[in-house]
């Protein structure tokens, strides 16, 4: 199935720094909830990093009764495509999967956008769930800014997490499960091997 809303650009694989602050990294379950275009890429991403439990594609920012693909494509919702990242802290931080999400998984410094994908549906946010949550993503971005790692500022948001809503199950692992579809072929399985390419220590089948 081709859905056109779940275009996105090319893998950046930009070098980046690592956080000057992190999480303590002591063993468990953590989730952070993370947007950056079309969801199907960004799943794939992150389930392919070492410490990394489970990832569910779905919604975020808007309200309950708008969270369906359809109403959220719209651009209306005030919803994001996003993904929940389940992992465990003692084998990737939070600011690991940070390094990631900003340098292979998205354009940070794309404003409402991913590639040809527009609206806020598409933002760049980190909904944060825990004050130390936004504390090490907002210190991340401004070492990130102040270093000049990008040619232009980042736009990602950084936002409260108020509720993720699960998206429907087609949308779920849908890279591995359409792997000759075009716009994965063209958009997503690049990300993949820029992840490979570029933390080859993090990296899983």
Same mark, same amino acid.
């Given at each position: 199935?081709?859905?056109?809303?779940?275009? +996105?650009?090319?893998?950046?694989?930009? $070098?980046?720094?690592?956080?000057?602050?992190?999480? !303590? /990294?002591?063993? /468990?379950?953590? *989730?952070?909830?993370?947007?950056?275009?079309?969801?199907?890429?960004?799943?794939? #991403?992150?389930?392919?990093? *070492?410490?990394?439990?489970?990832?569910?594609?779905?919604?975020?920012? /808007? &309200?309950?009764?708008? &969270?369906?693909?359809?109403?959220?494509?719209?651009?209306?919702?005030?919803?994001? @495509?996003?993904?929940? #990242?389940?992992?465990?802290?003692?084998?990737? +931080? %939070?600011?690991? =999967?940070?390094?990631?999400?900003?340098? #292979?998984?998205?354009?940070?410094?794309?404003?409402?956008?991913?590639? $040809?994908?527009?609206?806020?549906?598409?933002?760049?946010? =980190?909904?944060?769930?825990?004050?130390?949550? !936004?504390?090490?993503?907002?210190?991340?971005? &401004?070492? %990130?800014?102040?270093?000049?790692?990008?040619?232009?500022? =980042?736009?990602?948001?950084?936002?409260? %997490?108020? *509720?993720?809503?699960?998206? @429907?199950?087609?949308?779920?692992?849908?890279?591995?499960?359409?792997?000759?579809?075009?716009? #994965?072929?063209?958009?997503?399985?690049?990300? %993949?091997?820029?992840? !490979?390419?570029?933390?080859?220590?993090?990296?899983?089948?």
């Amino acid at each position: 199935m081709i859905m056109l809303g779940c275009m +996105t650009g090319p893998a950046l694989a930009t $070098p980046l720094p690592d956080p000057a602050f992190d999480e !303590k /990294g002591d063993a /468990g379950e953590e *989730k952070i909830v993370l947007a950056g275009g079309c969801f199907w890429g960004m799943e794939a #991403v992150f389930l392919h990093l *070492k410490g990394v439990k489970n990832v569910v594609s779905g919604y975020a920012g /808007g &309200a309950a009764e708008t &969270a369906t693909y359809e109403q959220v494509s719209g651009g209306s919702t005030g919803h994001a @495509e996003a993904v929940e #990242v389940m992992y465990d802290p003692s084998q990737i +931080t %939070l600011g690991q =999967i940070l390094k990631v999400y900003f340098s #292979v998984a998205h354009n940070p410094t794309e404003l409402n956008r991913q590639g $040809p994908d527009t609206g806020t549906q598409y933002r760049s946010a =980190i909904f944060y769930a825990t004050p130390d949550q !936004k504390n090490i993503a907002s210190r991340y971005m &401004a070492q %990130l800014n102040t270093e000049r790692v990008f040619d232009k500022k =980042i736009e990602t948001t950084l936002e409260p %997490l108020k *509720k993720f809503y699960a998206a @429907e199950p087609y949308h779920q692992n849908y890279v591995a499960f359409h792997p000759d579809n075009l716009y #994965v072929t063209i958009h997503d399985l690049p990300k %993949l091997q820029a992840l !490979k390419d570029a933390f080859p220590n993090l990296y899983v089948k």
